[in-house]
């Protein structure tokens, strides 16, 4: 989600140069190698049904406890803060530099004490970091840059995030953990035959929309106007930093706003490409 400010993104606009680490443009989250939109509206998804174990595939993740909950906000603050000191160090600018060190006292100002604090505290402080380096990079450099940010927080996330032997399940059970965090409703897809080369999960409800919802009625100035708009793009960076091919698909009906992803093996997502070619 972003909580940047209104009119900010009228400032200097899109930096020329590449994004981290290559040299071609930052892919388009909305369509695949095909050039076909990705992004449509679905009909409200069949109800979740039981795994092969008998336990229910929706909402896997309700379990977890505080201390795991407040390690996984830990950790999406560590990717967004050293993604962004990566592109910073690439832009090779002193005057914002300087100013980023700035930012950094104020993001890491108030910790909690890991040992003793609620998620809620860090909960707290990933959404405040998150605004503020979002309205850092879009005051200096527009809103383009976003993608850029969220390419260089992938690389980082493909380092920091363990593999789990999953195959191309685990990409999608780190987006379930992060739509646990915000208290979304999700079902992973149990009826595809190999979820190490082709997984699916299905938001079935969004609940970032809620906090957007309750942030503006407090007086928050959103930019973007839908969070999907970066959403979608750095999970589908983090997808693709992991070895898998990413496709989403977004949704409304009576469970709110929600979003279908799928994560797919270089072979699998090949075979899918040349059937909708066909």
Known sequence: ????????????????????????????????????????????????????????????????????????????????????????ASLDDEIHLTDWFTLQAELFADLPDAATAPASEWQRVFFRGQALMERFLVLRHGEEILAEWALANAEVHRQVEPDRGRGAADPLHRVARQAELYGSDYEFDDSLPDARSRAALTITHCAIWDYREKARRGGVRLTLASPCTYCTGALSANIRAKGYEPAHQLRTGPTGHGCRWESAAATAAATEEKKEES
């Open 1 to 88: 989600m972003s909580e940047v400010p209104d009119g900010v993104g009228a400032g200097p606009g899109p930096r020329q140069g590449s994004p981290i680490g290559a040299a071609t443009p930052a892919p388009d989250p909305e369509r695949g190698k095909s050039g076909r939109a990705k992004t449509v509206v679905l009909p409200p998804p069949a109800p979740a049904t039981a795994d092969a174990g008998g336990a229910n595939s929706r909402n896997s993740y309700r379990t977890l406890t505080d201390g795991e909950r407040s390690a996984l906000w830990r950790q999406r603050l560590h990717e967004a803060e050293a993604g962004l000191t990566n592109l910073l």
